[in-house]
């Protein structure tokens, strides 16, 4: 008897009467722990917690020949309800995972449930709209907000009837740095263009982070994980290690300990990051020019780290191509682990994490293309914010051709796309973990979570085509053409041809609200690093003193600066 098992036999029962909600799977007995708590006060009045606890044991019956005389539906119904209560008081504590709230949404189909109000209040579209459109949204950001759009409502993508040639880019115009450049050097003696020789690599169409010690750099990326993976939110920190800085090293292929090793042995003396677009967390084309100065110490300390993936990939694939003259290694595996793409151009050893990338860096270096060090903003911007030759100094650039190549059309829906399909691939992994919970195992396969309606197929849609399958092996769900999550296939790999008149209204929108913020110029930004006990940002914004924002700043404050009285302010604050 649970009465006896659980409460003092001193104990009267008014009502004898307890329920409980559970689902027993498999054959034979199953013991159950029951607890509760009493609360009730000491002698000397402080609060007293009893926990109570009782054993039972059940004997699961064997399912009858006859499914339909299982028992009462009611009863099913009920702990599904209960679960559903379960889960809404778990996202009263857990705002953010969004597993809980794919249970409840998925309960109707799942169970003929109608899920219980969920906390969190739903975004509007044009919310949802804008979110999609930032530069640094993010696609795990957006996926709480995305699954329940999806999971919620009927939403038709809209045929892909148009070029994306006849979707316009942001009609800001550029300022004349050559003009500009020509009168500092006029007007100002003392000024002289300072570019990075290592620039030469460098597209200009794609930013530049420079240092002349991979220990500082290091640090800076230390920094960077702390305040959540991205230096250019400095402003929103995030207590949250994402773990980019073991992607990045098992994907190029190198350890950051070996790397600080070669600068500190003087076999390597500079190097620069380079990439077309921020999103280092999702996945991004990220490409590493070292400039060697002893080519044998560093080709042997690259075949120890060759060694290492090969042993720790059992796939690993290696094989090799030629591009402008230029003899490419390629190491990957499917799952893109590893994907590594590494050539040599002069004193300078080029690591990729894509191919599309590395034929970029090269087509740069052998002028094809703009490179960094011809772009006349950065040109300009170098006599007024240069670099610094101190080993603990580093120099991050975005020119404008980056700007408005991160802005376009392409990139803008290509990244939309990518957050969509992330967000499906999120809803996926979510069932499979809805599968484990019932059933006690991983799904054999995407259409076995679908026959059990643990997930509908119209619902999980690729934007971009792919199509998605489960890996039972990783046990994680994959897409044909984004891959999986935390190494989304780079946009840098991904064409935009045509887009449908649904996606073509969005990016208008996102358009008329860029324009609105920057109305006159696009705004190439400069930053001298200089990492010390405490970290110092310089940060040079030509453009600023043109736009909306500082004009009406300007207007809000008086012309003088005045002082400001700190002896009410604690010596500590």
């Not at 100094?393 to 404008?400: I, K, L, N, R, T």
Request: aromatic share 10%; hydrophobic share 35%.
């Amino acid at each position: 008897c649970i009465r006896d098992r659980l409460y003092p036999k001193e104990t009267k029962f008014h009502q004898k009467h307890a329920e409980f909600f559970g689902r027993l799977k498999g054959e034979g007995e199953v013991e159950v722990q029951l607890s509760y708590e009493t609360v009730s006060e000491n002698l000397d009045g402080s609060r007293r917690v009893e926990v109570r606890e009782g054993t039972i044991k059940i004997t699961i019956p064997d399912p009858p020949a006859d499914r339909g005389s299982v028992g009462p539906k009611r009863i099913f119904q009920d702990w599904a309800r209960q679960q559903n209560q379960h889960f809404v008081r778990l996202l009263t504590y857990y705002p953010d995972e969004s597993f809980y709230q794919y249970c409840l949404l998925q309960s109707q189909a799942r169970y003929g449930i109608k899920p219980p109000a969920i906390p969190q209040q739903m975004p509007t579209q044009d919310r949802l709209e804008s979110g999609l459109y930032k530069l640094f949204a993010g696609s795990l950001g957006m996926q709480s907000s995305l699954q329940r759009r999806t999971l919620s409502s009927i939403t038709r993508k809209g045929d892909y009837n148009r070029h994306i040639s006849s979707v316009s880019p942001p009609s800001i115009k550029s300022l004349d740095y050559e003009q500009l450049l020509e009168q500092r050097l006029e007007e100002d003696e003392n000024a002289k263009i300072q570019v990075q020789e290592i620039a030469k690599l460098i597209p200009a169409d794609q930013y530049f982070l420079h240092f002349h010690s991979f220990e500082s750099l290091g640090e800076l990326l230390d920094l960077a994980i702390q305040w959540g993976d991205d230096l250019l939110r400095l402003g929103k920190p995030i207590a949250q290690d994402n773990r980019v800085q073991e992607k990045l090293e098992e994907q190029l292929g190198f350890t950051r300990e070996g790397m600080k090793r070669l600068f500190a042995q003087g076999v390597a003396t500079e190097v620069a990051i380079t990439g077309s677009d921020p999103y280092l967390l999702d996945g991004t084309d990220l490409t590493m020019v070292v400039r060697v100065a002893d080519d044998e110490a560093f080709t042997k300390q690259s075949a120890s780290w060759i060694a290492d993936a090969r042993q720790s990939h059992g796939g690993l694939v290696e094989r090799d191509f030629n591009y402008r003259g230029h003899q490419v290694i390629a190491r990957y595996t499917n799952d893109r682990l590893v994907s590594s793409f590494t050539t040599k151009h002069d004193d300078y050893v080029i690591l990729s994490n894509s191919h599309r990338a590395i034929r970029h860096v090269i087509d740069a270096s052998i002028g094809e293309i703009e490179c960094l060090t011809d772009a006349q903003d950065y040109r300009y911007i170098s006599t007024i914010l240069p670099p610094s030759d101190a080993d603990n100094a580093g120099y991050y650039f975005a020119s404008d051709a980056f700007i408005r190549r991160v802005v376009s059309p392409t990139a803008k829906i290509s990244q939309k796309r990518r957050t969509e399909c992330f967000n499906n691939l999120v809803m996926q992994n979510n069932a499979s973990l809805f599968f484990r919970l019932e059933y006690g195992r991983s799904p054999d396969s995407l259409t076995e979570m679908i026959e059990k309606r643990f997930i509908a197929p119209e619902k999980i849609v690729c934007p971009h085509g792919g199509a998605y399958a489960f890996d039972a092996e990783s046990d994680t769900c994959t897409c044909s053409l984004h891959n999986r999550l935390r190494y989304l296939t780079p946009n840098a790999e991904l064409s935009v041809l045509n887009v449908s008149g649904e996606e073509a209204a969005e990016y208008d929108r996102y358009k008329s609200r860029y324009q609105s913020f920057w109305q006159q110029v696009f705004d190439p930004v400069a930053t001298r690093i200089t990492v010390a006990d405490q970290v110092k940002l310089e940060t040079c914004v030509l453009p600023m003193s043109g736009s909306s924002l500082y004009s009406d700043l300007r207007s809000a404050v008086d012309k003088n600066p005045k002082p400001i009285n700190v002896a009410a302010i604690a010596p500590s604050a």
